[in-house]
């Protein structure tokens, strides 16, 4: 694990199918610089057509996360790359996960977070 720099949260969210249950799920951490958990969750969602859109929600409910619990510095980190170059692109998305990456986009723009997002990708192994 990758710590972050002082004073910036880490955020890792991902996204799974459970497809023998028709269900799939989202996980959230975040921890502080010294690798100390401030913050978790996960759901349960109803079945979603592709992982990609799954991920996209568990990255727009990291934000609101950071955006509830006030974290000024951020880093949101995923294993998504397509929707993590969606992000740091800041185009018009008009994919399964455009209106979730245009809630996101939202987000970023009538938060405190905007001067300070940092978006980073967890490399898969």
């Not at 109803?46 to 619990?69: D, F, H, Y």
Request: glycine share 6%; proline share 4%.
């Amino acid at each position: 694990m990758v710590r972050s720099p002082i004073n910036v949260v880490k955020i890792n969210f991902d996204g799974a199918l459970f497809v023998n249950k028709g269900e799939s799920g989202i996980g959230i951490v975040a921890r502080d610089s010294a690798g100390s958990c401030l913050a978790w969750l996960s759901h349960c969602l109803p079945k979603c057509l592709s992982l990609e859109l799954v991920k996209a929600m568990a990255a727009r409910e990291a934000l609101s996360m950071a955006q509830r619990l006030h974290w000024r510095r951020i880093i949101l980190e995923g294993d998504c790359l397509p929707l993590i170059q969606k992000l740091q692109s800041w185009r018009e998305d008009h994919s399964a996960t455009g209106p979730i990456t245009s809630d996101i986009f939202q987000l970023l723009l009538f938060s405190i977070l905007l001067p300070a997002l940092l978006l980073d990708v967890l490399a898969t192994q």
